[in-house]
């Protein structure tokens, strides 16, 4: 008989901050073939369809949105739980997508086909290019605005080691995980291989600590020497 899947390691309704992540793929394939049937239709109401499908997940939460239900409900128990992201990344996704596909449908409601119909293929565009790629542009947009926000490579610049019990004057690679993140586990193991066993700070139990060094996304691994300056970022 045929493996069945592993049980889920997270509650896709209840555990908000990871997502499995296929499930924004299959999200992104929808609204895709979507708003690529209301450009080649000329269809401006589905694209405020799409719009509304959009904000009710984002504002009332994953049950309520129709695409997220049907991958979690249908597809994830005959596939297993995939790996395991941040859900920040996608959530902004899904607001840009929001505002794109709300414009095109006003677009359309004003008399500007045109406008609605590039509005509606820049979706269509980009969702499908994530579905099929994984590439998601609101995903790198999000990471950018992080590093504008001042997380750019090499920051934090300093971390404090004694809030995390590392002895004074002894370096560390300090590394911010989330008990649920495949991604961060893999680095974990990773890191100890190459013998350098991380100090980790888990953000669901020290949030004090990820806003402190500004942590936008896990995971996050850096090298700090011991009088706790960041020398080099692992990984994030």
């Given amino acids: 008989m045929p493996d069945r899947p592993s049980p889920r390691s997270a509650d896709p309704y209840r555990d908000l901050s990871v997502i499995d992540a296929r499930a924004p793929r299959f999200n992104q394939a929808v609204v895709g073939l979507l708003s690529l049937a209301a450009v080649l239709a000329g269809a401006w109401p589905l694209l405020g369809l799409v719009a509304l499908q959009l904000g009710l997940g984002l504002w009332l939460g994953r049950r309520f949105c129709l695409p997220c239900v049907a ?3 249908l597809v994830q128990p005959l596939l297993g739980e995939g ?3 941040d859900s920040r990344p996608p959530r902004f996704a899904n607001q840009v997508g929001v505002v794109f ?3 095109g449908a006003l677009a359309g409601a004003a008399g500007m086909p045109l406008l609605s119909a590039a509005l509606g293929g820049i979706v269509a ?3 499908l ?3 099929a790629t994984g590439f998601c542009t609101g995903c ?3 990471r950018l605005a992080a590093r504008l926000r001042g997380l750019r490579p090499g920051t934090p610049l300093r971390v404090d080691l004694a809030d995390l019990g590392v002895a004074p004057g002894r370096g560390a690679v300090v590394q911010f995980t989330h008990p649920l993140c495949a ?3 893999e680095l974990e193991r990773r890191l100890l291989q190459a013998g350098q066993a991380p100090v980790l700070v888990d953000v669901t139990r020290r949030p004090d600590l990820a806003r402190r060094y500004r942590v936008a ?3 996050l691994a850096v090298r700090v020497d011991g009088a706790g300056a960041v020398l080099e970022r692992l990984a994030g």
């Fill in 125 to 127: 565009a980009l969702a």
């Fill in 129 to 131: 290019l994530s579905a």
């Fill in 101 to 103: 596909t709300g414009a």
């Fill in 83 to 85: 790996p395991l992201e």
């Fill in 217 to 219: 996304s896990v995971p």
């Fill in 71 to 73: 991958y979690f409900e």
């Fill in 140 to 142: 790198a947009l999000y």
């Fill in 183 to 185: 991604e961060c586990h």
